[in-house]
């Protein structure tokens, strides 16, 4: 899977969660740019893309992301392992 299917992916994710369909999510849309994407919506974020993928995420590499771009960098480190 490439960056651009994983892009595709996690903003369909993201547009469902969020229940904002016409959302444009790009690699640098990040959680202060969407109203809706607060602390508990993260968190059911990070458990569907974890679900989707099949990886799991440590609470330390979460830390590091400031956006969708670090998450498709870190899904796709995870999806090479």
């Known amino acids: 899977m490439n960056n651009i299917d994983i892009l595709k992916t996690v903003t369909s994710i993201i547009q469902e969660t969020l229940e904002l369909p016409q959302l444009v999510v790009t690699n640098e849309t990040s959680a ?11 968190i059911q974020l990070i458990a569907a893309i974890e679900a989707k993928f099949k990886v799991r995420f440590a609470l330390g590499e979460l830390q590091t992301l400031k956006n969708v771009g670090d998450m498709i960098a870190l899904i796709t480190k995870k999806l090479n392992k």
């Open 32 to 42: 202060n740019d969407v109203d809706e994407w607060d602390s508990m919506t993260h």
